[in-house]
């Protein structure tokens, strides 16, 4: 290699601005990079299709901006622009980054949404072309016949959808690969009406202390983590997460998670938290405890954190279908004990804290229900002030 291609290959290149070349349906951008000779050499790239969003120049020019810092800084390939198809975009970017930031459990579901709903209508689009008519138009087909038995989604499924495709766009234009408001996904909306979302079940605590009774002599691990999902209100991960060294005859210091293989951090900040444990659980926990190694509270023989879902299908739902006792799961005791602490205290906060959510709305919006005894209270209440028998007025 002779000293003038030396030369012209370690040169760096020029600051340049670049030029927007606009045809009948689409932008380019027109810039000069460096040939592997060092030559400098013309090179043109799409950078979005017209649209509403996309009218001018002016429009495009910071998509053009975010290319010419990219190219200016030497990245050359590596730039990551909004002509990304969405299916690039989520799974080579978007996801590493959730991986690294947000709970593995979060994750998975992100990643089952994006696979069954999104993916096979957008996979293609490019990220900057998406528009919200077109999310108009796959949330109603959802709303349709997006479901596995094609009845479509409900309401929730379908917001969830939609909070999924939002949060991408969101984290491209946080990284600059698209401009500010250009969410597509924000004022999207589902053009059918859906069915009514069927009501969340709970637990009432005359469930759950016939649960226990039953469960006890059984398995005495099905009985502790009915326990700790009712009256800890702890989510499954958490249970599974406990270690018997975070226990200290009061308290539960909820500190990770443990879904399927992975050990991680909990859902939330808010998630770290004292629980202070209540009896019939601090009775449950000290008999268990006398039977227990270290290391999990709930383990298997192998010392690993039980399956709790296999626990579910060889203790707990037989023992509950023999009982003729209803059993749905582990969250409806988080629901129920919310439901009872905000209605026996009064106030919203104590429920938030005892359950580790960051904000009351969660705690209110769905995991509290109003309490039937509690309002027949207030009627008989309200009865008995609407037919209290008028006072006489005293004449002097």
Not at 28 to 41: L, N, P, Q, S, V
Not at 125 to 142: G, I, R
Request: glycine share 8%.
């Amino acid at each position: 290699m002779d000293i003038h291609t030396l030369i012209n290959r370690n040169r760096l290149p020029r600051k340049q601005k670049g030029e927007i070349i606009e045809t009948r349906t689409t932008f380019f951008a027109r810039y000069y990079h460096t040939a592997e000779d060092g030559t400098r050499k013309q090179k043109a790239v799409k950078l979005c299709e017209k649209s509403d969003l996309y009218r001018s120049k002016t429009d495009v020019q910071p998509l053009m901006d975010r290319l010419m810092e990219s190219v200016n800084a030497g990245q050359g390939s590596e730039i990551i622009t909004g002509q990304e198809s969405l299916s690039d975009f989520i799974e080579k970017h978007y996801f590493p980054w959730c991986e690294v930031n947000k709970s593995a459990p979060t994750v998975n579901g992100y990643k089952q949404i994006w696979n069954c709903y999104l993916k096979p209508h957008l996979s293609s689009v490019a990220l900057v072309n998406l528009t919200t008519a077109q999310v108009t138009a796959v949330l109603t087909h959802l709303a349709k016949n997006g479901g596995r038995k094609k009845t479509g989604l409900g309401r929730y499924a379908l917001s969830h959808v939609k909070f999924v495709l939002s949060g991408v766009y969101e984290y491209a234009i946080a990284t600059g690969v698209i401009p500010m408001n250009t969410n597509p996904a924000l004022g999207a909306k589902w053009l059918h009406k859906v069915p009514r979302p069927a009501k969340q079940t709970e637990y009432a605590l005359d469930e759950v202390l016939a649960m226990l009774r039953i469960l006890e002599p059984l398995d005495i691990r099905a009985a502790v983590a009915v326990g700790l999902a009712y009256f800890a209100s702890l989510r499954p991960a958490e249970i599974r997460g406990l270690q018997w060294a975070e226990w200290d005859g009061e308290k539960l210091h909820v500190k990770r998670t443990v879904w399927r293989n992975l050990v991680g951090e909990t859902k939330t900040e808010s998630s770290v938290r004292d629980v202070t444990v209540i009896e019939p659980l601090r009775g449950l926990l000290e008999r268990f405890r006398a039977q227990s190694a270290d290391g999990f509270m709930l383990q298997s023989s192998s010392g690993k954190p039980l399956s709790l879902d296999s626990l579910n299908v060889r203790v707990i739902a037989p023992a509950m279908k023999t009982a003729g006792i209803e059993w749905r799961g582990y969250y409806p005791g988080r629901r129920g004990f919310s439901s009872l602490m905000t209605d026996t205290s009064g106030n919203v906060l104590n429920a938030t804290g005892h359950l580790g959510h960051a904000n009351p709305a969660t705690t209110l919006g769905h995991y509290t229900k109003p309490q039937r005894k509690s309002i027949d209270a207030a009627l008989e209440t309200i009865e008995q002030l609407a037919t209290k028998p008028a006072e006489k007025e005293v004449i002097q």
